[in-house]
Every structure is written in C-alpha cells, then in structure tokens.
C-alpha cells in the first residue's frame, strides 16, 4: 500500500472517530472503523457493531465474531487478508437494527472505504448489509448465496453470524455459501491463496 493510501485511510478513520452525524454518536463508546488488509480484494461487510465491539473499538468481537473467525477459517481466509466493517460504525442501543437516518448518515464511510479498498468481492453478512449494498427489499432466507456483479465487483449475501448463533439450523446452508465464496476467491483473486512465506 502506497504512502498517499495509507494517509488517506488515516484521514477516513479520523473523520469517523469524530462523527456526529446521527444520534449514534452521541451515546456510542468508540467508533468501529474496520479491520483486517487494507488493499484485500475481499471485503465483508456487516451491519453495526454490538455491545463488545463498542467497547473495544473493534468489529466482530463478540461471540459472533468468533463465530465469523471460525467460517473464514473454513475458506481459508482471516482478517489477515480479507477486510471486515460494518453499514453503521457505532453502536444501535440494545443492539436494535440500525434505522434508515443512521444508515444514510454513516454509508458514506462504508463507500470511502470500498473506494479505497477497490475490492473485487463483497460479501454482505446479513440483510441489512444486502439492502445497503446489493439490493434495497434483499431477501436473505431466498437470495443468501447469489452472485450479482456491478462495476467489476462481485457481491454476495451470506446470514450474519449472530443470526446462525440464534438459529443453527441455517449453518448448513451457509456452509455451502461459504464454498461458493471460496470458489469465486480462486476464480477472481486466487493470489490470496498463494503459499505464504
């Protein structure tokens, strides 16, 4: 990553940090910027981040984000070469959904990131994510696991960790997703899974 981009990330990450766009900002505890490789061209996207990820500033955290360790182990993939963020950067109280207001306030963000990013898969965890980014009414019990291509990037929805913790009955299905993510990994950017070292 060259100098200039990693001022501009810098320069984004700052302008969350000081963010008080919605109502969010006024209760949240810190900003969850994102994390993971800063020029991966996998990024998936989640939709805010709940009680543990406000309080250590960090997305996927809790037990749903072990739970998403777990699934990008299965591909072969981690937050060391892939990126993961969220629609909304600070916390919803009670973990309630993110509303229109403080999505349409934060996605800006999410979109200077993408730009930064210039990722060539996207892969939204849970339908507020595929509704932000892929499709606005996106029906994640029928759409899970499809590919769209727009703009040279290619999208997909998977269901969001916390809702497999809340109904295990969709982990096989999910499973299969995730083999279909890992192929279009080979197919689109098979340098991630060059050897290493």
């Given at each position: ?49 709940g009680q543990q990820e406000d309080l250590q500033g960090e997305p996927f955290v809790g037990a ?21 963020a969220n629609v909304v950067k600070c916390r919803p109280p009670g973990n309630r959904d993110p ?58 929805a998977i269901y969001h960790p916390s809702a497999l913790l809340r109904d295990p009955r969709r ?27």
């Amino acid at each position: 990553m060259s100098a200039r981009d990693a001022a501009a990330w810098e320069e984004l990450r700052e302008r969350c940090a000081n963010c008080r766009a919605c109502v969010l900002g006024q209760t949240r505890t810190n900003s969850v910027f994102g994390v993971g490789k800063q020029d991966s061209p996998v990024l998936f996207v989640g939709e805010g981040p709940g009680q543990q990820e406000d309080l250590q500033g960090e997305p996927f955290v809790g037990a749903a984000g072990k739970l998403l360790d777990e699934m990008l182990s299965i591909i072969d993939l981690g937050r060391d070469n892939c990126y993961v963020a969220n629609v909304v950067k600070c916390r919803p109280p009670g973990n309630r959904d993110p509303r229109e207001g403080e999505q349409a306030a934060c996605v800006g963000f999410l979109r200077e990131q993408i730009a930064l990013l210039r990722p060539k898969l996207i892969i939204c965890l849970g339908r507020i994510a595929a509704g932000v980014l892929i499709e606005r009414d996106y029906r994640i019990t029928r759409q899970h696991g499809q590919w769209l291509e727009r703009d040279g990037i290619w999208y997909t929805a998977i269901y969001h960790p916390s809702a497999l913790l809340r109904d295990p009955r969709r982990r096989p299905e999910t499973f299969l997703d995730l083999l279909s993510i890992r192929e279009k990994v080979w197919e689109v950017c098979p340098e991630l899974y060059a050897p290493r070292g």
